[in-house]
């Protein structure tokens, strides 16, 4: 058997230097945005570990009792009414926030929170919020790290273009992913076939 025979073909060669570089280009291009992934997403999955450095549901109460003024839900969307008149609601929910419950009323732009015991409301544009007191009174505002992470971890944060990163994280590593399957198993399979194919020498 020629020496020749035992080595990979030119053309195999040649595929697998084009896999390995898209194998390493898409690895390159992923790594930054599964990091944002990996770090977002396991901010939302112990957001109570981290509450600590930003707000305490307790500070919040605290401050909510001094002007009590519970709220039912045709008051809450009144509200909203009367805070953007030119915006149709489009969707009321019950759920808790920041541990009270409130009304979440979403309008075409805007986003409203409504604490029903209390009466304070939240008003969200971007990922800054703003509490209110029931008369209306301005009182704080804050960024909402909830908000921000989540959005950062879909994609949302950055809109349209978001939406295009997320497409082509999801093709990057479609293609890392196979191109790392042929690197792992179609080497080793030539070296076994050349194995296979290779007399014994005899001593």
């Not at 273009?161 to 479609?174: F, H, M, P, R």
Request: proline share 5%.
């Amino acid at each position: 058997m020629k020496p020749s025979e035992n080595r990979p073909t030119k053309g195999r060669t040649s595929l697998q230097a084009v896999i390995r570089s898209i194998h390493s280009w898409t690895g390159l291009v992923v790594f930054p945005l599964l990091l944002i992934v990996g770090v977002t997403g396991y901010y939302l999955n112990h957001e109570s570990w981290f509450k600590p450095l930003f707000e305490t549901e307790v500070e919040i109460t605290d401050t909510f009792e001094k002007n009590r003024r519970p709220v039912h839900k045709n008051q809450a969307m009144a509200l909203a009414k009367q805070l953007w008149p030119q915006e149709k609601i489009r969707q009321v929910k019950r759920k808790k926030f920041k541990g009270i419950q409130s009304y979440h009323i979403r309008t075409q732009d805007h986003r409203l929170i409504v604490t029903i015991p209390y009466g304070h409301f939240f008003v969200q544009e971007s990922y800054w919020q703003r509490t209110y007191a029931p008369n209306g009174e301005w009182l704080e505002s804050r960024f909402d790290w909830d908000e921000f992470m989540e959005d950062l971890h879909t994609g949302k944060v950055a809109g349209e273009v978001g939406e295009w990163l997320s497409d082509i994280t999801a093709i990057c590593l479609v293609l890392f992913s196979l191109s790392g399957i042929y690197l792992m198993i179609v080497p080793r399979w030539g070296r076994y076939q050349r194995r296979k194919t290779t007399p014994q020498r005899q001593n």
